[in-house]
Nanobody, 125 residues
Framework: QVQLVESGGGLVQAGGSLRLSCAAS????????MGWFRQAPGKDREFVAA????????YYADSVKGRFALSRDNAKNTVYLQMNSLKPEDTAVYYC??????????????????WGQGTQVTVSS
């Protein structure tokens, strides 16, 4: 069983930047795709970004495209989400997850198996 721990969240002003990290333990995740989702109060969990096992293919929600950048360091068993030009509407709890099963939809939370506990990102206007 893999455990995921997100870090790097916090309070930032609009236009600022944060880098989230997702560190995996208990199992190597270098063979699996990884994803980030977020959930704002009163809203459903929504897809943010995903990366395939090698880092060669990236997927982004339209709302973050051009502002967020996802990367991974398989040697460190860690995935990073660089968030730039943050907006108040980016405020949410951000979760990382492992997509251990082949196939499926990178954009759907149902395709992911293991989830972290989340890290809060708050963007003030």
């Amino acid at each position: 069983q893999v455990q995921l721990v997100e870090s790097g969240g916090g309070l930032v002003q609009a236009g600022g930047s944060l880098r989230l990290s997702c560190a995996a333990s208990g199992r190597t995740v270098g063979s699996y795709a990884m994803g980030w989702f977020r959930q704002a109060p009163g809203k459903d969990r929504e897809f943010v970004a995903a990366i395939n096992w090698s880092g060669s293919t990236l997927y982004y929600a339209d709302s973050v495209k051009g502002r967020f950048a996802l990367s991974r360091d398989n040697a460190k068993n860690t995935v990073y989400l660089q968030m730039n030009s943050l907006k108040p509407e980016d405020t949410a709890v951000y979760y990382c997850a492992v997509k251990a099963r082949g196939g499926g939809d990178y954009y759907s939370a149902r395709s992911y198996d293991n989830w972290g506990q989340g890290t809060q990102v708050t963007v003030s206007s």
